[in-house]
């Protein structure tokens, strides 16, 4: 339907903006976890200040915006876009625009995210929870990162990870397969966070993704 809209940007596009930028794209409620990643991008900011944030989509409830504009004052310094909902073109040039497609829901009854579906046909990077349908649609550090719900802490360390693979790059990157990175991440094997040292990434500075997750 988007009759190649969803193509990779251009060099030029690419040159004329700076940063990463992250999108969330769906209803703006707590139980869709769109509040985590304002929690996240407030931990990300002192790392990588120039990441940009979109949010697309309407508010469930007056509260939820209460909350979001709580947490975007406070977000040190993130750069925080409400874009308000968006379909055709404009959602095609959005994700286009994108660097990492993130969907951290921990809704109860949340089934198969359409979204995610487009984020990847876009062939956006996408950080999602492993809730649902998202651990269907997502393979764990092959074509996409999981991590557990309701957890900033493990949430914004796998958006550095594509934040750092993502910066500057023209058009997006093969998924990479991460290995012992993506352990750190889930909670099976917390004992990880423990190690001495960081785990080694490709192509980025470890130190600059360690981030102590609470047990």
Do not use: Q
């Not at 009759?3 to 969330?24: F, I, K, P, Q």
């Not at 990162?145 to 796998?158: I, K, N, Q, T």
């Not at 993506?182 to 980025?204: K, Q």
């Amino acid at each position: 339907p988007y009759e190649g809209a969803l193509a990779a940007r251009t060099t030029e596009e690419a040159a004329a903006r700076a940063g990463c930028h992250v999108v969330y794209l769906g209803t703006l409620m707590a139980a869709k976890g769109f509040l985590d990643v304002l929690a996240a991008a407030a931990l990300i900011a002192a790392e990588r200040p120039d990441t940009r944030y979109t949010f697309a989509g309407d508010f469930f409830r007056a509260d939820d915006r209460e909350r979001a504009e709580r947490y975007a004052a406070n977000g040190g310094g993130a750069t925080i876009d409400f874009r308000g909902v968006v379909a055709g073109a404009a959602k095609a040039a959005l994700l286009r625009d994108a660097d990492i497609f993130v969907f951290p829901t921990h809704y109860p009854y949340e089934g198969h995210p359409y979204v995610i579906l487009e984020a990847m046909a876009a062939g956006k990077a996408v950080v999602a929870t492993a809730v649902g349908g998202n651990v269907e649609a997502v393979s764990d550090g092959s074509t996409g990162l999981l991590v557990p719900p309701a957890d900033a802490g493990a949430l914004s360390a796998a958006m550095i990870v594509r934040v750092v693979a993502s910066t500057g790059t023209a058009r997006p990157r093969p998924w990479p397969t991460y290995g012992p990175t993506t352990a750190v991440l889930m909670p099976t094997t917390r004992p990880l966070l423990s190690a001495s040292a960081p785990p080694e990434l490709p192509g980025c500075s470890a130190a600059s993704v360690w981030i102590t997750l609470s047990p």
